[in-house]
């Protein structure tokens, strides 16, 4: 891989961003800025993945895909990392990981990373609890679906959402939340005009703006509070507005050029 050079910039990842600077010294050679756009594929399931992608910014949809119907059972923001698995011993995904919303993330070959992280202690412990909380999600999210209301689910999913982006202007449709959700669409259509009347949110074509956050919040289902508290209250994935250390440090400028084909 090509050695990094260019200007120095921190990095948005809050994996990353908490690790010694020595660790990220030593990632440097081997990571590489890309700009993640909407509805691009970064993992396939049973097909071998060769990066993991540390999100900077954005939103992405891990998703099970079986006989035609997709549902989603994770989501991946500035907090974590999709492909990080890989580190338990297999390239192969068991999900499909699709862009949601777009942004950057630093991406790594696994080979690398599993060499790295058998040679830093921190960077191992940080990608694997991070790995724990993501199997912790997945699990959270398939009780969700089977336990709790339509309302609520759609109120959580739109809090994690705002968490991720650190906002509260989505740029997501219908279409894209009854996919998410598992729901028809026009039972997200009806819940959306529910909240819209009860002054929650306000919908603009392509765009869905949340215009009382703590309402909406309330009316979520408590497995809204339940990851809040999963990621949030641990170290490293933590809101990270700037990094743990002050050192800059030097990565790639960003590229359009999405992972490769398999």
């Not at 994770?74 to 390239?91: D, E, I, N, Y």
């Not at 699709?98 to 058998?118: K, T, W």
């Not at 679906?145 to 991720?164: F, I, K, N, P, S």
Request: hydrophobic share 40%; proline share 5%.
């Amino acid at each position: 891989m090509t050695m990094l050079a260019g200007k120095q910039l921190l990095v948005g990842n809050s994996i990353l961003g908490r690790l010694p600077i020595q660790d990220l010294i030593e990632m440097r050679p081997f990571l590489q800025r890309v700009v993640l756009e909407q509805r691009m594929v970064l993992q396939e399931p049973r097909r071998p993945s060769e990066h993991v992608h540390f999100v900077e910014s954005g939103l992405i949809s891990m998703r099970t895909v079986a006989a035609g119907n997709i549902l989603e059972t994770a989501t991946v923001g500035r907090w974590g990392a999709v492909g990080v698995s890989a580190l338990l011993g297999t390239h192969v995904p068991i999900h499909q990981s699709v862009v949601l919303f777009s942004g950057s993330a630093l991406r790594i070959h696994v080979d690398d990373l599993r060499r790295l992280v058998g040679e830093r202690p921190q960077l191992r412990e940080h990608s694997l609890k991070y790995v724990q909380s993501l199997i912790f999600q997945t699990a959270q999210m398939a009780l969700c679906c089977v336990h709790h209301g339509r309302q609520e689910r759609l109120a959580a999913w739109l809090c994690l959402a705002c968490d991720a982006v650190d906002g509260n202007v989505l740029p997501v449709t219908h279409d894209q939340l009854s996919v998410i959700l598992g729901l028809r669409r026009a039972g997200v259509t009806e819940a959306l005009i529910e909240f819209n009347q009860q002054g929650l949110v306000r919908k603009t074509r392509g765009v869905l703006e949340i215009a009382n956050r703590q309402e909406l919040g309330r009316l979520a289902c408590g497995c809204y509070e339940t990851l809040t508290r999963e990621y949030y209250s641990k170290p490293q994935f933590g809101r990270v507005t700037t990094p743990s250390h002050d050192a800059h440090v030097v990565v790639p400028h960003a590229t359009r050029n999405g992972p490769p084909s398999n």
